[in-house]
């Protein structure tokens, strides 16, 4: 596992920011009648505005700047040109490279009015990561992290974890040791020290765990099509309390002027 100095740490929070920005960005534009394809521009213009480059784009050959993943979609959804309608929940996943480090965050959106039960989906997701992003400190192992997601979603709300997808480290590469499951057992998996920074990303279905990848060979769906909903926040392990890189406050606050949003939960 590669450990970061704090100056690194230091330039992977603006990486960090700079999803954050966009994502709230996102907040403020997105309503019934605009396509993931807009919001995929934007995005691009955002991240590109800012001297830095989406670090999607050609990954792996994925064809996009942004994921957009909306109701039954959990993660790898293409931007396309159907235009989001009142109740769906979109959820925009985003990667930037800012001189040569990597952020990489996530926000679901709820678009218009929803069932409580999905509210609630939303809500428990959100927490969840929160209880993970807790136990990300010195001497603590990654199963501490899975087991405090798993714990609030499936045990205690009864969702389903999505298995096949999992948190990540993240720096030079958007992908590095060690990988963080949403599910597995305390005192599991490998020991964390400072300056260790994890993508953390809960990925919680309404329904069955279960899912399957789409014939685009990227798109991944929940088996019984019911709603996912996924966040993803960069964070950096610390002896005490983790460091958050990313920030939601942005994207929280934006999301309250748009009258689109659902009312309820905002
Ligand atoms: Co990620």
Not at 210 to 224: I, L
Request: with cysteine; hydrophobic share 40%; net charge negative.
């Amino acid at each position: 596992m590669i450990y970061k100095t704090e100056a690194e740490v230091a330039l992977m929070k603006e990486a960090a920011l700079l999803v954050s920005k966009a994502l709230a960005t996102v907040a403020g534009f997105i309503k019934p009648g605009v396509t993931t394809l807009q919001i995929d521009k934007l995005c691009e213009t955002v991240v590109k505005d800012h001297g830095a480059v989406p670090s999607f784009f050609n990954y792996r050959g994925y064809p996009f700047n942004i994921c957009a993943s909306v109701n039954d979609v959990v993660v790898h959804g293409f931007p396309n040109e159907t235009p989001i309608k009142n109740g769906d929940i979109v959820s925009i996943d985003l990667g930037v490279i800012l001189n040569g480090w990597h952020g990489d965050h996530a926000y679901s959106f709820i678009v218009g009015e929803v069932a409580p039960e999905i509210l609630n989906l939303v809500k428990v997701t959100k927490e969840s990561l929160y209880k993970g992003i807790e136990k990300a400190t010195v001497n603590n192992r990654i199963g501490d992290i899975s087991y405090a997601i798993q714990e609030h979603t499936e045990f205690k709300n009864g969702y389903g974890v999505v298995r096949e997808l999992v948190g990540h480290g993240l720096g030079r590469n958007l992908h590095e040791d060690p990988q963080v499951p949403n599910y597995g057992k305390r005192g599991n998996g490998p020991k964390m020290k400072e300056n260790l920074v994890l993508a953390i990303e809960p990925m919680i279905n309404l329904g069955t765990h279960k899912v399957y990848t789409d014939d685009d060979g990227w798109t991944v769906k929940t088996q019984d099509g019911k709603v996912s909903v996924h966040f993803e926040h960069d964070i950096c392990v610390k002896r005490n309390e983790a460091l958050i890189l990313s920030d939601f406050s942005i994207i929280e606050a934006a999301e309250k002027l748009n009258t689109n949003l659902n009312s309820s939960y905002y």
